[in-house]
């Protein structure tokens, strides 16, 4: 299991998921190749995020949904 993996997909989730973002398709689809190459250019492979974390997909799409799910009417 990789903490490095899962710790960097979280604080990168914390700093470039934009509260503004709407969990569409495309919107999430393109963060989710945005973290695999920022992940890549500091040496942490796709593999390595997803053994803990499974799907980035599915967690950038969680994490927009709960941060949403938060917010005052």
Not at 11 to 24: F, I, L, Q, Y
Not at 39 to 46: D, H, L, N, Q, R
Not at 49 to 61: K, M, P, Q
């Amino acid at each position: 299991m990789s903490k490095r993996g899962t710790d960097f997909l979280y604080k990168w989730m914390s700093a470039n998921v934009p509260e503004t973002v709407g969990a569409d398709i495309i919107s999430v689809a393109e963060l989710t190749h945005k973290v695999f190459a920022d992940a890549k250019s500091v040496g942490i492979s796709s593999v390595e995020i997803e053994e803990d974390t499974g799907s980035v997909y599915e967690a950038i799409l969680d994490g927009i949904v709960h941060h949403d799910a938060g917010l005052a009417d």
